[in-house]
Structures are given as C-alpha cells and as structure tokens.
C-alpha cells in the first residue's frame, strides 16, 4: 500500500466513524465538534437552502440585530 492510499484510507475510515457518532442518538457535543472540525478541516462548508435542516435550524435562531430582541431570555448553561 502506498502512502497516498494509506492517506486516503484513513481519511475514509475518520469520514465513516465520525458519520457513525453524529447520528448515535447519544452524541456528545464533543463528537459533534470533531466532525465540524473534521468539515472545516476539508473546506466542507454549507449554504442554508429553503426547506433544508439547517435552513429549518437557522429559522429557529433569534435575530439578535433586531431592536425588539430582549437579551435577558438568553439562558446560560
């Protein structure tokens, strides 16, 4: 094997056992941000399309640049 298809071996193998870990039901935050990481890492980015789930996620976000938006219902963890 050469070292270029070890490369892309391990780099299949990461893809696959991180897919594996985000859609375990139990997924720590921390296996989240290793696959965001993992994304960011290979120039993965995405766009929010109309009717996508992260469209559908973003719709969910308060819009803190709007006057009426009251601060004080952020709950801190």
């Given at each position: 094997m050469t070292d270029k298809e070890m490369m892309a071996l391990l780099h299949q193998t990461l893809a696959e056992?991180?897919?594996?870990?985000?859609?375990?039901?139990?997924?720590?935050?921390?296996?989240?941000?290793?696959?965001?990481?993992?994304?960011?890492?290979?120039?993965?980015?995405?766009?929010?399309?109309?009717?996508?789930?992260?469209?559908?996620?973003?719709?969910t976000l308060p819009d803190f640049s709007d006057d009426t938006f009251d601060v004080s219902e952020l709950k801190l963890n």
């Open positions: 056992n991180l897919l594996a870990r985000v859609k375990d039901p139990e997924a720590k935050s921390s296996d989240l941000n290793v696959a965001r990481q993992f994304l960011k890492d290979n120039g993965i980015d995405a766009v929010p399309v109309e009717g996508s789930p992260l469209s559908d996620l973003v719709a």
